[in-house]
């Protein structure tokens, strides 16, 4: 059966960083498109960041350009997510994603198969 799990989140000052990792079990992700997903209260899911099977291609969401970067590792723990300068609109539950299939990172939920249970990331101003 296949599980992603996400660690890593936290409370943290506005300014601060903070480093989610993605663990996966159940089968072997270093060959598919990953993300990352928050969901903010009242809010609908929304993509921050997406990378490719190879870790070569990357998307970023306007809002954490410059700020997140997302890389891949393969073995158990197949993406990471290091958040720097962050702030209080950043608070969310983060999640992870995995595409059942393909090459090309994707930033629609849609598109990914598996998810994480999410890690609950708060950001105080």
């Known amino acids: 059966q296949v599980q992603l799990v996400e660690s890593g989140g936290g409370l943290v000052q506005a300014g601060g960083s903070l480093r989610l990792s993605c663990a996966a079990s159940?089968?072997?992700?270093?060959?598919?498109?990953m993300g990352w997903f928050r969901q903010a209260p009242g809010k609908e899911r929304e993509v921050v960041a997406a990378i490719n099977w190879s870790g070569g291609t990357k998307y970023y969401a306007d809002s954490v350009k410059g700020r997140f970067t997302s890389s891949r590792t393969n073995g158990k723990n197949p993406v990471d997510l290091q958040m720097n300068s962050l702030k209080p609109e950043n608070t969310a539950v983060y999640y992870c994603a995995c595409a059942a299939e393909g090459y090309v990172l994707r930033v629609q939920a849609r598109e990914y198969a598996y998810w994480g249970q999410g890690t609950q990331v708060t950001v105080s101003s």
């Open positions: 159940g089968r072997t992700f270093g060959s598919k498109p």
